[in-house]
């Protein structure tokens, strides 16, 4: 939504970034500016730079950046119209009536509440008679009411329409129901119906404590035997954790990812209060910045069965590209942590936990279970994949100790253990030279943004146009300069429009900076903030002229080209056809 520009010059005035960034990170001044360890991405060296006097925050490491806003939309996961709503609450602001605006928020609280008294109804339902056979399951499965009421676990009765019937006595609408993804709708005669039926209850709840889906599981035999919420405008799977709004205050210095709602459950009901699971997909890269937000460190309990095995490969560098140390601990004479919990207790568990192994010994058993050792073939070229894997490792320590267990394991001395990793190593470092050298040699390339959804089709105006863009944010005063310049000359649509806003706010007097732009991604945010940092040279008059007559030369060629082919276009149509003159 447009909010009036003089109330988000007020919001940003009142929401130093520095105060707001704070709140998420722990920052130390270094001249006029702050740094921290960032929030978006795993790192030990401080690369998260914050300028107060700007009202700017960047990451040298994974370059996000933007202003107060825009760090909300990112830390929180919030809509541009969420975040300016969070941050007018913090400041003790009133946001200006925007009736769109206002009607997807009022969605959005209108399917949480209905969300809430869903759950509510749940639980009350698995207290009354309709709920006996998942009262009874629960209580099977060594849940008591303690737990049941932490996690508010209910049960959906066996009925077409006995959720629906109880939220439309409640007011709410079918439309509400159908976007809240708690019914579904039949094809025959378009009657909604209870989604879940039958099932005992998980209310998903996000970090901020509203119930945004559910899991449902089954009592019968039906399939699925879990069944969760669809994705809605308040539910993204990718997006969320359950359990993670009890286990963000756990003591405990990890955190444990598990594949169910019952083994997460369990873990809590045992003392391990820090079990999050996700929610009937895989790992996300998503879920991996999520987690890293609240831990550095992350256990891995996933099944023993291949399906497990491959999902454990597959979380380990998504959850090391987001900074976190990763174990993985694998199950014993239990096929998952709830039946582990309840034939051997908390405490020979916790032992397990101490034993769990790094991801490296982890993925070097993995490989060796691939390969019979007795046989010397077999042996060989387990010897060449560990080698392969060991060579990957980041420093030489690592590589020296491995190799010694790798070597014991294949009956080879160190020695010859240590030329093949070498030789990997070698080869590894070849790869990675000539794949820079490939990025060295196509320098126009190397000027794209890294974000695919922002290409550049001129890269000789769009560096003139980036130019600008940061020329005006330094000083605002140049974009005097440029009274004859529009934004349909700009070949980036992007950087055409954050020309436009800042034309238009520095005309009417207001505040030209990064932080009160809006209508932008995250992406797009953290490149113009990316733009703005690396603008090392003069900000002159002479410069800025220079880059105008460039944006200006370059439309009028693209325009001489574009009439050049339709003219050959033409020219080709009028040969085929044998038309003359």
């Given at each position: 939504m447009a909010f009036p520009p003089s109330f988000l010059d007020e919001l940003?005035?009142?929401?130093?970034?520095?105060?707001?960034?704070?709140?998420?990170?722990?920052?130390?001044r270094s001249g006029s500016n702050l740094f921290g360890l960032c929030p978006f991405h795993g790192e030990k060296t401080a690369s998260f730079s914050v300028a107060p006097d700007k009202g700017i925050y960047y990451c040298f490491g994974c370059h996000k950046g933007g202003g107060s806003i825009n760090f909300m939309m990112e830390i929180e996961g919030l809509s541009y119209p969420d975040a300016v709503r969070a941050l007018a609450k913090r400041a003790g602001m009133t946001v200006p009536e925007d009736e769109q605006y206002q009607s997807r928020y009022r969605q959005q609280e209108r399917l949480w509440a209905l969300s809430k008294e869903a759950a509510r109804f749940y639980v009350a339902q698995l207290y009354a008679p309709a709920g006996a056979e998942g009262l009874a399951y629960a209580r099977r499965r060594g849940m008591p009411k303690s737990t049941l009421t932490r996690f508010g676990i209910g049960f959906a009765p066996n009925e077409w329409t006995a959720m629906t019937d109880a939220m439309r006595a409640k007011g709410y609408t079918d439309?509400?129901?159908?976007?809240?993804?708690?019914?579904?709708?039949?094809?025959k005669n378009g009657r909604i119906y209870d989604r879940f039926r039958n099932r005992l209850m998980f209310p998903i709840i996000d970090v901020r404590g509203n119930v945004i889906g559910f899991g449902g599981r089954v009592m019968d035999n039906s399939t699925p035997k879990y069944l969760n919420s669809p994705e809605t405008i308040i539910f993204n799977k990718r997006k969320n954790l359950f359990a993670l709004n009890l286990a963000k205050k756990t003591k405990l210095p990890y955190l444990i990812l598990v594949e169910g709602y019952m083994d997460a459950v369990a873990l809590h009901q045992y003392g391990f209060d820090c079990a999050v699971a996700s929610l009937g997909t895989s790992l996300t890269e998503e879920h991996a910045v999520l987690l890293s937000r609240y831990t550095e460190n992350v256990v891995l309990i996933y099944d023993g069965d291949e399906a497990g095995q491959r999902a454990t490969r597959r979380?380990?560098?998504?959850?090391?590209?987001?900074?976190?140390?990763?174990?993985?601990?694998?199950?014993?004479?239990?096929?998952?942590?709830?039946?582990y919990l309840k034939k051997f207790g908390a405490d020979k568990f916790k032992n397990l936990l101490e034993e769990s192994s790094n991801r490296v010994e982890y993925q070097l058993n993995a490989i060796r279970k691939k390969y019979d050792l007795r046989e010397d073939e077999q042996r060989v070229k387990f010897i060449g994949e560990a080698a392969e894997f060991?060579?990957?490792?980041?420093?030489?320590?690592?590589?020296?100790?491995?190799?010694?267990?790798?070597?014991?394991?294949?009956?080879?001395s160190y020695d010859a253990m240590k030329i093949e990793v070498n030789k990997a190593y070698k080869r590894r470092i070849a790869r990675e030279k000539k794949r820079q050298e490939k990025i060295d040699l196509a320098p126009a390339q190397a000027l794209q943004p890294k974000a695919r959804s922002i290409r550049y089709d001129n890269i000789k105006?769009?560096?003139?146009?980036?130019?600008?863009?940061?020329?005006?944010?330094?000083?605002?005063a140049l974009l005097d300069e440029a009274q004859d310049l529009k934004e349909e000359e700009f070949s980036s649509g992007l950087l055409g429009s954050v020309y436009v806003q800042l034309r238009s706010r520095h005309d009417q007097g207001l505040d030209v900076s990064l932080g009160v732009l809006s209508d932008l991604t995250g992406e797009e945010m953290s490149h113009i903030t990316g733009i703005y940092q690396r603008q090392q040279g003069p900000v002159s008059e002479q410069a800025f002229r220079d880059c105008v007559r460039t944006i200006h030369a370059e439309h009028q060629a693209s325009k001489v080209d574009s009439a050049d082919d339709l003219m050959a276009l033409r020219n080709r149509y009028k040969e085929r056809k044998g038309i003359k003159g």
């Open positions: 940003v005035a009142r929401n130093p970034i520095e105060d707001v960034v704070g709140q998420y990170v722990s920052l130390k439309e509400e129901l159908k976007e809240s993804g708690l019914v579904s709708v039949s094809q979380a380990i560098p998504m959850l090391e590209k987001a900074g976190l140390q990763v174990k993985v601990l694998q199950m014993r004479d239990a096929k998952d942590p709830d039946e060991i060579s990957s490792l980041g420093n030489a320590v690592q590589r020296e100790v491995y190799g010694h267990r790798v070597a014991d394991a294949a009956k080879i105006s769009a560096m003139a146009e980036e130019t600008i863009i940061a020329m005006a944010l330094k000083e605002p």
